[in-house]
């Protein structure tokens, strides 16, 4: 049977001014300042908040890169793989969509975006005064997100702490709702004998909370209610 596998990217964008004073845009990853060109920032944006199959990627670029024509100089299988083996670019496979999609998910750490009540204000009042949309059409831009409560129990979790998917399905098994410090994320997430960070994606995966917590993450992320993070270990 053929491998289902599953793309996204990985870390937050981000401007940084250089030596000369010029203002460039960065992928923020791990601690660490990322820069890209042109035709690789098209590709990043194409994936980012989007989880898609091989297929899908180099039609969401021939989209993004209408108006970047005369950067487009290489094939886009090029600068996937240069951004897969840069580790902006993330992959999931598996013998169905649901293994892909966990293979995906399972170790990423999740992290809130980030978006203060007078930023979403601010970009409110601009939306509406510019005349681009109705007052309905930003009020519904802006709603609040309506999560389920896996939904919910996720963002409470990464609110706390960064936690890997299969983390949060761990503490969602054992209904822990509060980390209040990292001595108790590992006695409680991490205090048996069985449990490592290299096989928690592992033994998680066929757990009764599983699917629920793994689709939850993906919608949370396919709605840009969080970015995902790299978990070294």
């Known amino acids: 049977m053929e491998q289902k596998k599953l793309y996204t990217a990985v870390g937050r964008l981000e401007r940084q001014t250089n030596r000369q004073g010029q203002s460039c845009p960065v992928i923020m990853l ?10 690789e920032m098209v590709v990043w944006t194409a994936l980012n908040w989007r989880i898609v199959k091989w297929d899908d990627i180099a039609l969401q670029c021939d989209k993004l890169a209408a108006s970047f024509e005369s950067a487009i100089s290489r094939p886009w ?5 240069r951004l897969l083996t840069r580790g902006l670019l993330v992959s ?4 169905t969509e649901y293994d892909a999609l966990y293979d995906l998910l399972g170790s990423l750490g999740i992290i809130p975006a980030s978006g203060s009540v007078w930023v979403r204000a601010l970009s409110f009042l601009k939306l509406v005064l510019s005349r681009r949309v109705t007052v309905n059409q930003a009020l519904k831009l802006f709603r609040k997100d309506r999560r389920t409560d896996y939904e919910s129990r996720v963002m409470r979790l990464a609110h706390q702490a ?19 410090s990292e001595q108790t994320l590992m006695e409680k997430v991490y205090g048996d004998p069985d449990t490592t960070c290299y096989n928690i ?10 699917q629920a917590v793994t689709l939850a993450v993906a919608n949370l992320y396919l ?11």
């Open 30 to 39: 791990g601690g660490q300042s990322y820069m890209m060109d042109v035709q």
């Open 77 to 81: 299988d090029a600068c996937i793989n």
């Open 92 to 95: 999931g496979c598996g013998e």
């Open 162 to 180: 960064l936690l890997s998917t299969a983390e949060i399905i761990k503490c969602v098994e054992q209904d822990i709702s509060t980390l209040p």
């Open 201 to 210: 994606a592992y033994q998680m995966k066929n757990s009764r909370s599983s």
């Open 223 to 233: 709605r840009q209610q969080i970015i995902f993070e790299r978990i070294n270990v």
